[in-house]
């Protein structure tokens, strides 16, 4: 299991952490590039910026080809 944060020195047990940034569709496509499966908890943000993280989510999901993405997903179109 990878975990993604902001802060690179968070530690979870029994996962390896990833920092990267849901401003940056290229860091998040990299986290995501081998898995099995992507999850996501957005942070409590302003509208605008929970609408940019949704669209450089579902970006980098497209990039990255994990295995399964959930049910939002699809009905989004992946």
Do not use: K
Request: glycine residues 6%; hydrophobic residues 40%; contains cysteine.
């Amino acid at each position: 299991m990878t975990a993604l944060t902001c802060n690179p020195d968070t530690v979870v047990d029994g996962a390896r952490v990833v920092a990267a940034s849901y401003d940056s569709t290229a860091e998040l496509t990299e986290a995501y590039r081998g898995a099995d499966g992507v999850f996501v908890h957005l942070p409590v943000v302003s509208e605008e910026d929970r609408q940019t993280y949704a669209r450089n989510i579902v970006a980098a999901i497209r990039a990255a080809r994990p295995r399964t993405t959930g049910q939002w997903l699809a009905d989004v179109g992946l």
